[in-house]
């Protein structure tokens, strides 16, 4: 519905836009911090994220200035997001998906919108949930998931008993509820620093799993 | 930051997802609304879709079981977004997306997010749009446009003088400000149009010019 | 309850508020955009309206600096309120007031409330429109229609099936479901557009059907 | 841009609403409480009400159910809205309709309209103060007056020195902060109790002072 | 969980906020308004706090620039909160609480919050009500009563038959339901003139009943 | 303005309440998730909590289903609230209550609020950013903490170089405004497990340093 002709950008807008709204890896946040050196736990884990990813994630460069931090960081994401769990690890992805684009946090929905592209193997579901989650046509139990998340997240005052009951209806164990909860509650934490540092997200993940 | 094997998607998850969330290019809408013939200058209007992208836009067969309506649609949108303008073809295609993430429009983010990515030459660009305008990094008449656009969308009751006088000290004539309000006010018009009818994108835009 | 003597307001007061407060019929935008020569078309329609209403609504003539603006408003408003329906035209405007009374649009609420009034011989039904749709006692059929058509307004991201069954039970059909969201969406359109330029509304409304 | 027909509210719709929205001056509340005898004082108030206003208000009527919750309401009431103040007649009543618009209160901006449209002389400045005051080309004063009432009315948990420091910039006193206050206050209250018990106006107020 | 040593806030800290945060009991609101003389009735009802409570609490202070408004205040008070009714007057303080909590008084919460610690025996409870009233575990008939009250206050538009039927199901009276209206609407307005002028509570509530 | 009789709880009230709203340190969280054995670490925190709190504050007991996760967030709360930092103890503490008070986080407003009480000395301080930070009269620095936390909390899409700039006029270094965002940040993440799982605060916290 759109004849949309390359030559549409002026090159006055170009010139003024180039290199500022693209993520360009060098600059991370809006905070001047310089890097402490890395531990040796830590070297290891960026040597690893080089190994696997291919890159280290900028978020991890950010807490970089202090290695108390970067590791604490470290092992709550790790256990959150990797350990064994009721929930998959998509699932966990959606929850962190869902509520980034509660909270708008540009890094965070670049980055998690990309692992769910790539766990589910289904790119527009990324989309979806970057996008809004109520649109996606997705089993009970991940809406039932998502819906508690994004409750927690908008009105986190309004959630009582008859919220839990409804994750139990859905399937979800105590503990379920648990990694629900504190999965919605760490990217309302990383949002916020991301938000807070104008954190960006590295530029390769823009292109991944599409 | 995260080490995604390929196999983390249960079966079961798969199987319930399957031909699901993926937009599948033949359910357009959630309402049964059988076509009515095209007249000659839809078809005409059809015909020149399939030849200059490569398909017709979703949007269009939705409301293809009325010609007054389709081409009453037709005649606007392609007036706004097309007919010449103080305002870029792009610029317009960044109201529309900004506008359509504040009311988190699934059908206008993909469409539109597609289209700022390929007029643009910038896709982080459109992915800036969909999650955060904000968090780009424009220039000042582009920003001075989103803000008067978004706050248009969802405050439209404080907006006053002294918004139309921001956007002229940005450099904007009388003119400029109506199209910026038309395609705004447009966009707050097929947003609802969409999320009223379930309306589902042309599988297509999720991978255009990523 | 309470003794308003004629003389309450002061010299002063009436004096800065003189001509300011009262639609004027003069300056109908904040934009200076000078009409362009009508189309005959145009010209046709506005001297059937000068005929049957006696004037012709502020908004076209806000329309009037460019004849493609308003030819492409014109088939759009027309066929939206008073081609062949489901929905009454009464109900159609109800709509239209509904949605601008959540937007807080003086234009659309001042101009439609007097057509509720009118076509429903109902003067206080004009009045709850405007104030809060929800305290009118309403046929189910005309609440649900209203409920539907501002939550579509206030929080589209909400709108799922459910909402759709819902006006299913309470008799609309498919194409029915379309005319609602076609008109909601289609008010909060011309209702950004009113706010973005302070469009006054002609000042014979005030005592239409009172 | 319409041609209402006269006959475009078909029976079944009138039927269906007939002596349903109107108000119908007989059921003044959705509760049941019988009057008590009127005391004395509040007969004398009530037949003056009758002779200066031609009939007596509903709210006072709501509130017969018990003379000593009457006597003080009539007292505050009495003592904010008519008693001598730095604010004149009118612009407390404009502070009723504006807080009174913000929470959508049938009753109150019913009743209160009518008053500032006779308090006024200018019956457009009625519906301005109903539909969205800051659409008024308002003097300064009270402007500045309104946004006050309405801040302390929507979120008055924001309500700091800076935005006493606006009004006495305006020229307003700390008495007369008080009374803005006090007013705005009062109508937070009444349209409360208005809205709890459905509350019905007089049917007499729509058409005075048009 | 935290090791919170007593020298932790800095001398250059303490100082900047000596006399500052805490309540000192003379300078009540940020209007300069001089107490009027008391009238012999307004005197023996302060001379009755004084030997009933130990102090005459800010608000009567503050009110008492105008014997008038003062008592029109304290006869609606003192009807309201302490004459007869289907409401305990621990319930009717709960209900000021609940709605003093959504509009953030802070003036309210400290005076009535020691209210309900008093008159329940449960300062806890007191906490529940000033942080969030849903974290209680409370009877059905007192939650009823509650999110009654707050929705009144926070989205009073929204109430409707249904949401007296629901306090009717818990069995409140249509004169109870008329309390708790009228309890909610009062704390509505006194929370909105204590906000407006920032009132300051007498520093003995702080630690009353804990 | 207040006879609070003792005897104003009626027997009914008081029983139907009974060891409901109080604190009751024996059931911490609304999910059944046994504890583990305490790892040596773990136990010896544990012990050292007891030795200088006199109790083990609820949080670690309902994290200590699992010692990963109890370990995480034990290592995450100590450096952020403990370690050095150019923010003092009780600034980390303010932000921690200011924050929960948007959030209405029953547990964290407790514990915290406490925390506030204690370090300032000024026990009204703890109820002032329990009840509504912005009605304390702060220091300029942290007012201009608080509400950057609070903006973060609330909309931190909103969140942009302007407000790290005001942070820097207020004297606060880059490395500061990490911390008051990592505060900020950890606290989001809290008030939402603790919400998520109805978690109770120790009662002890109610009365400590009134």
Redesign the interface.
Known sequence: ??????K???KH??K??AG????DDTTIT????PPAPLSPDMAAYFAK?EE??GF??N??KAYA?DM??L???V???N?L???PSGL????REMIAVAVS?H????YC???HGA?VR????????G??M???Y??????KR?RAMLD?AVK??AE??????ED?ARLRAAGFS??D??D???V???F??????A????MRPN?VY??QS?
């Open positions: 519905m759109a004849k949309h002709p390359k549409a950008l002026s807008a170009k003024a836009r500022a709204t693209a993520d809006a905070l001047k911090l994220c696997k990813l280290v994630p978020v991890l200035f108390t931090k590791s604490a960081f092992a709550m994401y256990d997001m990797l350990a998959s690890k998509l699932e684009a909270n708008r946090c540009y929905l670049v980055a692992a790539q766990l589910s193997g289904d790119p527009p579901l989309d979806l970057v996008m809004n109520r649109a996606a046509r997705l089993p991940e508690f927690l997240t986190q005052w309004l959630v009582e008993e839990r105590d503990r509820i648990w629900i909860a504190a919605a509650g760490f309302n934490m990383t949002n916020r620093v938000s807070a540092t104008d530029s823009h292109q599409r």
